[in-house]
């Protein structure tokens, strides 16, 4: 609706520029009066149906050796308005062949008129051509921009769904290893009846909740975005067998190894702690 009443609107501006030049119109006043008033299908169709909107277009200069030459700026710059529309909403081959029409309807007063100016003919070829490639460029450009953005969103996205399922796996890992123990104690407590023994399983206890808050305020700050490279490795198995020891499990630990990288020593911590706590889980 917009692009009709537009139209319209340039239309009308042709008309009165048209009248305002009578006195210098050398050809048909009505003919080219009759002419601009294909601007309005060809601007009201630039979106729905570019190439019938150029081709439009196209018809009304292809008019122009009949009805004569006139002195209006309007319609030609209504053609390259049209042009870089076309280039914008067209695809590729759409687009040659408009730009073929365009140059077929545009030139023809040129080509058909006795005295060839080709200069004149050069810079028309220059000017369409280049409406329309401006039209066709930004497109590309702002298609390339846009795609680039989704990607950038995408891989955002993805990363951040990774490093959650990291969390998770950590958070899983850590919390059930700590409550697995807590649990096995909470038992023996439960089950032993000496007052010293029950001390000591429920210090364990308390030492093992602790650790599991710890390990739960140490994700939360990850997940809030603070920074910092506290994730457990090989140096902290002992500080593991010592709570699955205090759980009443004989573990004995024997660790040599050299500089790690940061995720394989996390890897490795991660990989003891789930083997301890499926044998607590699992066994007698």
Do not use: K
Not at 117 to 125: F, I, M, T
Not at 247 to 268: E, F, H, K
């Amino acid at each position: 609706m917009r692009d009709a009443l537009l139209g319209v609107l340039l239309t009308l501006v042709a008309e009165v520029e048209l009248l305002l030049s009578l006195d210098r119109v050398t050809g048909s006043a009505l003919g080219n009066a009759v002419s601009y008033l294909l601007i309005v299908p060809a601007v009201g169709l630039r979106r729905r149906a570019p190439l019938l909107g150029i081709t439009c277009a196209a018809v009304g200069f292809a008019l122009e050796p009949v009805t004569g030459p006139a002195p209006v700026a309007t319609p030609f710059l209504v053609l390259l308005f049209l042009l870089a529309s076309f280039g914008w909403y067209a695809g590729l081959r759409t687009g040659l062949l408009g730009l073929a029409l365009v140059l077929l309807g545009g030139l023809t007063y040129d080509l058909s008129r006795a005295g060839l100016n080709v200069a004149d003919l050069v810079v028309n070829v220059v000017i369409i051509v280049a409406a329309w490639a401006a039209g066709r460029l930004l497109r590309v450009s702002t298609d390339r921009r846009v795609a680039a953005e989704l990607a950038a969103d995408r891989a955002a996205r993805d990363a951040v769904a990774r490093e959650r399922e990291r969390i998770g796996r950590d958070l899983h890992d850590s919390m059930a290893h700590a409550l697995t123990l807590i649990t096995l104690q909470a038992g023996g407590a439960r089950e032993r009846t000496e007052p010293g023994v029950a001390a000591d399983a429920l210090t364990a206890i308390e030492q093992s909740g602790r650790e599991a808050l710890a390990d739960m305020h140490r994700f939360l700050d990850l997940l809030g975005g603070a920074e910092g490279d506290d994730a457990p490795g090989v140096g902290h198995l002992p500080e593991l067998v010592e709570g699955v020891r205090r759980g009443g499990l004989d573990v004995d630990l024997d660790v040599s190894a050299g500089d790690l990288p940061p995720s394989v020593s996390t890897t490795v911590y991660r990989v003891v702690q789930e083997s301890l706590t499926n044998v607590v889980r699992h066994s007698d």
